[in-house]
């Protein structure tokens, strides 16, 4: 990725979002966390004050600022005085082990990191790269030093970063997708555009802010004027008594946040102010969104699909899992959704094959990885660039996308082709199963299926033999207590395999 000046420049994305949410409407609130809240000229004026800080500290324009705190204000600050100061950013997860991070630090080379006091003083045993400054997000000033720059953000070159978000993918080293700003700004407003925030909503985000799915709540809540409510996810047991106090009306779910708030709402039954509930990263089970609807009445449900590479790709409109059983919806405005054969042609309807994106909102690759880039980012004769994601479905009549799996989600057994997918769901439609996960058959062994709930293996194999091809049944179950999760929500099918290999899961 190059960050030399070039003579083509783009909006700054710090302005895009902050700049004019600040502009329009000063007092509004725009974030608040446990401790207390900014209005968006208070924001501002942090963001402003961390853009001082980067100057004073040598911080030069293409720089890497990496971010590795937890879901708060100040991180929005220097989200967006980052931006403003030219650099980029790069959140990191503060769960991060320090086998990926150590491979972070190397490949991302940041001028400046900034973390808690027991990481900067070691105690974690990271290794911090030479030449780079590390600061306590505690101790950073983020009060401007003199009389505020008003002066807008200044355009930035049309290939400057304003993003690295690292990706772990089914490799051992994270990869970082490089997010220029200008599709970093397209994606959101092509977002915003189908989600139709306002700005009365209160955003409850207590997805990591490291994930782009938080991280893209703070850049629509800006651009509808609303306010980005932060919790972390040591605060999950309190979320619903929070989303109450604050009068929360949007909440972005993934699977596990989904099946935390129905558990709680078993113990706080009051009504509250929950009018949607998106959904991406890890898609919502039937069962689960039936019991969301149940317990937020009047709350609307809305599926989405879309890749790091390019942000969003599909978002069906709000109850349209009703009519539309299993579909993501039609590609963003602007923006084209397509599926492809082995050969890269465009197929049929209902007929499975790679899901590929075109539009401006395809990011610029990954950072420093030139074959990786050149697997996935594919640019024809007419020079039209299409994103190849790597995952499978399948597209109907109206445009609507149906989302099957990664490549390897898809195999065949005993001659007959089928999906984790679809085994899944079959056993999430058993009453007393409340998730399951599917690890697909390798060299050395069957298909093997987790399930959490009530039953035992041979009731949750009987009741699938009424829902499947006996091909497709499996004969290895496991009922476990709870299903392992990443930092982000989703089923870690690493672990999963691993409970394999230390032939534990008795304890499990």
């Known amino acids: ?23 329009a409407t000063p007092a509004a609130p725009a974030v608040r966390d446990r401790t207390g809240v900014w209005t968006y000229a208070e924001l501002d004026a942090a963001a402003r004050g961390f853009a001082q800080r980067l100057a004073e500290l040598g911080i030069r324009p293409g720089d890497r600022v990496l971010a590795r705190t937890g879901s708060t204000r100040a991180f929005l600050a220097m989200l967006y005085g980052t931006w403003r100061h030219g650099a980029v950013f790069v959140p990191i997860s503060p769960a991060m082990r320090t086998f990926h991070l150590t491979a972070v630090l190397a490949d991302s080379e940041p001028a400046l990191i900034v973390t808690t006091a027991a990481e900067r003083e070691g105690a974690e045993g990271h290794p911090w790269p030479a030449g780079a400054r590390v600061v306590v997000a505690d101790e950073v000033d983020l009060t401007p030093s003199g009389p505020i720059d008003t002066r807008p953000a200044p355009p930035v070159p049309d290939d400057r970063l304003a993003l690295l978000i690292y990706t772990s993918g089914s490799t051992a080293a994270p990869k970082a997708v490089a997010c220029p700003h200008a599709p970093v700004a397209f994606a959101a407003r092509a977002i915003a555009a189908r989600l139709g925030y306002e700005n009365g909503d209160v955003v409850l985000t207590a997805v990591p802010l490291s994930f782009d799915y938080g991280l893209y709540q703070a850049l629509l809540s800006a651009l509808a004027g609303a306010e980005l409510l932060l919790s972390d996810a040591d605060e999950h047991a309190r979320l619903l008594g929070y989303a109450r106090e604050h009068g929360a009306t949007i909440v972005p779910l993934v699977p596990s946040l989904g099946e935390i708030l129905v558990k709680l709402t078993a113990r706080d039954q009051r009504p509250t102010k929950i009018r949607m509930f998106t959904n991406t990263g890890a898609a919502l089970n039937a069962p689960l969104i039936a019991t969301l609807r149940e317990r937020f009445p009047g709350a609307r449900i809305v599926p989405m699909f879309g890749t790091t590479e390019c942000k969003r790709i599909t978002i069906l409109e709000p109850d349209g899992d009703v009519a539309k059983p299993g579909s993501v919806g039609p590609a963003l405005p602007g923006t ?11 197929l049929a ?17 990954y950072w420093r990885a030139p074959e990786q880039t050149a697997q996935r980012f594919r640019v024809a004769d007419d020079g039209t660039l299409t994103l190849h994601t790597g995952d499978y479905g399948w597209l109907d009549a109206d445009g609507h996308l149906y989302f099957q799996g990664r490549r390897d989600d898809l195999f065949k057994r005993r001659g007959l082709r089928m999906s984790a997918i679809e085994i899944e769901a079959a056993a999430l439609d058993v009453d007393g199963v409340h998730a399951a996960a599917l690890l697909v058959p390798e060299d050395d062994r069957d298909m093997v299926l987790f399930v ?29 207590r709870e299903l392992p999760l990443t930092n982000n929500g989703k089923t870690d099918r690493k672990q999963l ?5 230390e032939g534990s899961l008795d304890r499990r």
């Open 1 to 23: 990725m190059k960050d030399t000046f070039v003579s083509s420049q783009v909006e700054n994305a710090a302005e895009v979002f902050l700049g004019r949410a600040a502009a």
């Open 336 to 346: 084209e959704v397509l599926v492809l054969d082995d050969d890269g042609r465009p």
């Open 349 to 365: 309807p209902h007929e499975i094959g790679e899901i590929a994106a075109r539009g401006p909102h395809v990011m610029a690759g």
């Open 452 to 480: 959490v709930g009530e039953l035992t293996v041979e009731q949750v194999i009987e009741r699938l033999t009424q829902r499947l091809e006996q091909a497709k049944v499996p004969e290895l179950i496991h009922v476990l």
């Open 497 to 501: 395999k691993s409970y394999l290999r």
